[in-house]
């Protein structure tokens, strides 16, 4: 099928809840894809954040194509190799102690909502249920991650929400005191709002939001569902931090491709969680949990988390040159290869002249542009990346 065709059967058989740009991707290699006339596109967004092994990898496919000539599937009433080996993986190489596996970032963040509530419940009583949230924080799809997402607009038509959610501004810890009471759980958190305009945490307010949910015996939660796995130069974002959160969400790059969630937890507090009490049918699926191993043993053993740390340094630098340059960028943040331009100018022309120029990037909050590359993207893929953005730039400057 050409790309017309895929079009008209998508908008006449598809629910039409996508604002999708006019570009029908079917096949890629690298960080490249390739539409339905063969034309080649440089990715920039990598499936937002989960092709972290960029398209094609060897590895990925040889491990995946082993898996599923041994299982496809099976429930969770038995037990797994993948996921055996994948959790003990998880936990090595992180705070946590207990790992529990979903399909998706929403369903981890359900994960954690539930295990924050059953452990204070367990703890403090039944009146203790409230999470604190971000204004701008971004969690999910589903009802109880609608309610804690801290984005009216995308809340809009769901009412009612579940109750116990309070958003607060990002990175201001008065309000986070002011917010917190006898009733507060929790306080869940992205180190670096992706879906909300790329803003990266202050360490000093990392380091006394941390400090005040010890001393409240108030759980942190952290959102890494965009930020883990490699995303931001170490292969969790609490690591730039030098503080640890009691749970962590994790997906996107996780599966390089495959839908896998996982809610890690310290031992303590994934103690909430016992027979019956929480489940998933796909979660933990044999041949997710081979990707998603698969993806860390290539980042952590083959050296890739150390060269995605030199390209994130390196797009950062192009793009604060780009800055420098026209009048248009007010600002440019991100850790690693994530990464954001806020302008002072809509951004969705910009997005579709780099389109035209066979280059796929991303415009969050209206006017910010963002970058979320494969963690494979080369040097000069990048140079392609920042000089297709100068001649873009150039037009609006």
Not at 244 to 259: E, H, R, S, V, Y
Not at 307 to 331: K, S, T, W
Request: net charge negative; charged share 20%.
């Amino acid at each position: 099928m050409l790309t017309e065709e895929i079009q008209q059967i998508t908008n006449q058989y598809v629910m039409n809840t996508y604002d999708r740009l006019p570009l029908s991707i079917v096949r890629g290699q690298g960080s490249q894809v390739y539409d339905a006339e063969g034309r080649a596109y440089l990715d920039c967004v990598g499936g937002i954040a989960v092709n972290s092994l960029g398209y094609g990898h060897p590895d990925l496919i040889n491990s995946l194509e082993r898996q599923i000539r041994r299982l496809l599937h099976t429930s969770n009433l038995f037990y797994t190799e993948p996921q055996a080996q994948l959790a003990r993986r998880l936990v090595n190489h992180s705070f946590a102690e207990k790992v529990f596996f979903a399909n998706s970032g929403a369903e981890a963040n359900e994960a954690a909502i539930k295990l924050a509530r059953k452990y204070s419940h367990d703890h403090f009583g039944p009146e203790r249920s409230e999470i604190v949230t971000m204004v701008n924080s971004f969690h999910g799809r589903t009802l109880a991650t609608l309610s804690a997402t801290g984005q009216t607009k995308v809340q809009q038509g769901f009412w009612p929400l579940l109750e116990g959610f309070t958003s607060i501004p990002f990175n201001d810890l008065s309000a986070l005191e002011a917010a917190i009471s006898e009733r507060t759980a929790a306080v869940m958190l992205e180190p670096v709002l992706g879906e909300g305009g790329v803003v990266v945490a202050e360490a000093e307010y990392l380091k006394a939001v941390r400090e005040l949910c010890t001393s409240r015996n108030i759980l942190l939660i952290f959102d890494e569902i965009q930020t883990g796995i490699g995303r931001t130069g170490s292969l969790f974002a609490y690591e730039h931090f030098d503080i640890q959160p009691d749970i962590m969400t994790l997906a996107k790059g996780l599966g390089g491709g495959l839908p896998i969630g996982a809610c890690l937890a310290t031992q303590d507090v994934s103690q909430a969680f016992s027979h019956g009490t929480h489940g998933s049918t796909f979660g933990g699926n044999p041949l997710a949990c081979s990707a998603a191993l698969q993806v860390l043993n290539i980042l952590l053993e083959g050296g890739e988390l150390n060269r995605c740390r030199e390209r994130g340094e390196y797009l950062h630098n192009g793009l604060r040159a780009l800055m420098d340059q026209f009048p248009v960028i007010n600002e440019v943040r991100g850790l690693g290869l994530l990464q954001g331009i806020e302008l002072s100018i809509e951004g969705k022309p910009i997005v579709m002249d780099c389109l035209a120029r066979r280059v796929i990037i991303n415009c969050t909050m209206g006017r910010v542009l963002r970058f979320v590359p494969p963690l494979v993207i080369t040097q000069s893929e990048i140079d392609s990346l920042l000089s297709t953005l100068s001649d873009v730039l150039a037009k609006y400057s």
